[in-house]
């Protein structure tokens, strides 16, 4: 079956210690998305990509960092920059047109 | 993309029809608004979407003002299973290749009781 998948979706870091989260989709979309929620709260977006070896800041970047080198894979890195990184991370991609966003099922992380 | 702005939360009855409305009065011709849903922290889920007509999917009806600053999710039958948080948001459709900066809100948080 075609989907996003999140991994892992736990996962315990201490503080100051670089984390990276992966997110792979097989739908063949072209643009790609990672948000991040707090409890209680919506998804704010933390970065994009439209295609390949390209990505875009969205509202909350500082702290993140990611790379797009395949179509299907765009993983996100919480660095150490990251004032307070504890949260729930969710993927998403779509195609052009007006065709739905998929999303993953997301990925808990909790620095101690 | 347009602002989005939803009432924080309601409730409803099981069994009777949840009405979410959605205010988005800056809307552009081209913006398709969209709803999706999320429970329990889960990766949000696909509703419906529309343009300018009224459209209805097995899930949900979605009204949309005729001016289009405004639009309203229908749950016709709401069930237990229907709590949860509620996002409309409005995007271009871009081309293929392009990608468009998709912007939540808040959402409503609907609470249906017995």
């Known amino acids: 079956d075609g989907g996003i998948t999140q991994s892992p979706k736990y996962l315990f870091r201490k503080e100051g210690q670089n984390v990276t989260l992966s997110c792979e989709q097989n739908?063949?979309?072209?643009?790609m998305y990672w948000y991040r929620q707090d409890p209680g709260q919506g998804l704010r977006l933390i970065y994009y990509s439209q295609i390949v070896n390209d990505f875009q800041k969205g509202d909350i970047a500082e702290g993140y960092s990611v790379s797009r080198e395949k179509k299907e894979s765009f993983p996100l890195t919480v660095t150490s920059a990251q004032k307070n990184p504890t949260a729930f991370y969710l993927c998403?991609?779509?195609?052009?047109?007006?065709?739905?966003?998929?999303f993953g099922e997301g990925s808990w992380l909790t620095v101690v | 993309d347009a602002k989005t702005t939803q009432p924080p939360s309601m409730d409803c009855a099981e069994g009777r029809a949840a009405n979410l409305p959605c205010n988005h009065s800056?809307?552009?011709?081209?913006?398709?608004v969209y709803w999706y849903r999320q429970i329990h922290s889960q990766g949000p889920q696909y509703i419906i979407h529309?343009?300018?007509n009224n459209e209805t999917n097995e899930m949900a009806s979605l009204i949309i003002t005729e001016d289009r600053k405004s639009s309203t999710l229908i749950l016709p039958h709401a069930t237990l299973r229907d709590t949860a948080v509620y996002y409309c948001?409005?995007?271009?459709?871009?081309?293929?290749?392009?990608?468009?900066?998709?912007?939540f809100g808040t959402g409503t948080r609907l609470q249906v009781t017995l």
């Open positions: 529309g343009l300018k």
């Open positions: 998403a991609s779509t195609t052009g047109g007006r065709n739905t966003i998929y």
């Open positions: 948001i409005v995007r271009v459709a871009p081309q293929t290749g392009t990608a468009s900066k998709l912007t």
């Open positions: 739908l063949n979309h072209d643009a």
């Open positions: 800056t809307i552009s011709g081209n913006e398709y």
